[in-house]
T-cell receptor, first 111, second 114 residues
Framework: SQQGEEDPQALSIQEGENATMNCSYK?????LQWYRQNSGRGLVHLIL?????REKHSGRLRVTLDTSKKSSSLLITASRAADTASYFC???????????FGTGTSLTVIP | EAQVTQNPRYLITVTGKKLTVTCSQN?????MSWYRQDPGLGLRQIYY???????DKGDVPEGYKVSRKEKRNFPLILESPSPNQTSLYFC?????????????FGSGTQLSVL
């Protein structure tokens, strides 16, 4: 069964607006990562957050982690057309060495 | 340039005809992995390798084989492809198997089995 699930499945916003996507997972984790995929291409790592961290920032990206709710959110501020892509969360389980990817959120930023 | 190289980018084949998708990384990474991506199902892990000669099954290993004879290469073998293996395949590598390391992905191989 899938460990991570993103929500919403699709999101369409105007350029300049903020985009928020969420990831929920089922079992305890050590680390959670967010990746970006441009149309059919390979995934690119965005940010990693550890289970003992609550928030991390990288440029226009802000990631939060709530281990009590087993959820994470990715916020992209001041979105640009170039942010149009699919975004995936990847979670491990604290007994394993594999990552489990969700089904992704497809973000469209309209110029 | 540090990269993961997959070949071919596109492949059309027929049921039962053995094929190999190659994957090579130039970053001296210990960990390598294969995923398939299908609409509505996200990425699912097929096989992974924590080092040379060490491989293990992921979530969907049926119908696939792998080998890790050299650190840089991790080919994916379909001995007798079937239409349900039509998918977008990705190879990924990481410095180690620790999950606080980020994965580096190849550009993908779109496979169609007729």
């Amino acid at each position: 069964s899938q460990q991570g699930e993103e929500d919403p499945q699709a999101l369409s916003i105007q350029e300049g607006e903020n985009a928020t996507m969420n990831c929920s997972y089922k079992t305890s984790i050590n680390n959670l990562q967010w990746y970006r995929q441009n149309s059919g291409r390979g995934l690119v790592h965005l940010i990693l957050i550890r289970s003992n961290e609550r928030e991390k920032h990288s440029g226009r990206l802000r990631v939060t982690l709530d281990t009590s709710k087993k959820s994470s959110s990715l916020l992209i501020t001041a979105s640009r057309a170039a942010d149009t892509a699919s975004y995936f969360c990847a979670t491990d389980v604290n007994t394993g060495n594999q990552f489990y990817f969700g089904t992704g959120t497809s973000l469209t930023v309209i110029p | 340039e540090a990269q993961v190289t997959q070949n071919p980018r596109y492949l059309i084949t027929v049921t039962g005809k053995k094929l190999t998708v190659t994957c090579s990384q130039n970053m001296n990474h210990e960990y390598m992995s294969w995923y398939r991506q299908d609409p509505g199902l996200g990425l699912r892990q097929i096989y992974y390798s924590m080092n040379v000669e060490v491989t293990d099954k992921g979530d969907v290993p049926e119908g696939y084989k792998v080998s890790r004879k050299e650190k840089r290469n991790f080919p994916l073998i379909l001995e007798s492809p079937s239409p349900n293996q039509t998918s977008l395949y990705f190879c990924a590598s990481s410095p180690s198997w620790a999950t606080n390391e980020k994965l580096f992905f190849g550009s993908g191989t779109q496979l169609s089995v007729l």
